[in-house]
Nanobody, 122 residues
């Protein structure tokens, strides 16, 4: 069953800001954003304990990324600033009730959205 849906994506201007959101149909304690480019492993952008206490960011986006929960916490928004070509890829929202491998490891997450393509243009 699909319980996470990504919104946003498309072509975004280099140097600009990417804004994505994930709409959840079920409450999860742990949520995250991941991205993947063909030929590369899926990498963690951000992982969050929605109850507080822990948020982790991927090395490639540290200092440029912020997240926020909106709409009574059924939506997780991602904002990535100062976009670079390397930020292009498919972005996935993920969620889990437990994270056995840490917040930024894909194997920790049991539920995934279908992904949204992000292309940084110049």
């Amino acid at each position: 069953q699909v319980r996470l849906v990504e919104n946003g994506g498309g072509s975004v201007q280099a140097g600009g800001t990417l804004r994505l959101s994930c709409v959840a149909s079920f409450d999860f304690r742990f949520m995250g954003w991941f991205r993947q480019t063909p030929g590369k492993e899926r990498e963690g952008v951000v992982g969050l304990d929605t109850r507080g206490g822990a948020t982790e960011y991927g090395d490639s986006v540290k200092g440029r990324v912020t997240i926020a929960q909106t709409n009574a916490k059924n939506t997780l928004a991602l904002q990535l600033e100062n976009l670079k070509s390397e930020d292009s890829g498919i972005y996935y929202c993920a969620a889990a009730h437990v994270v056995g491998y840490g917040l930024l490891h894909p194997a920790s997450y049991s539920d995934w959205g279908q992904g949204t393509q992000v292309t940084v243009s110049s």
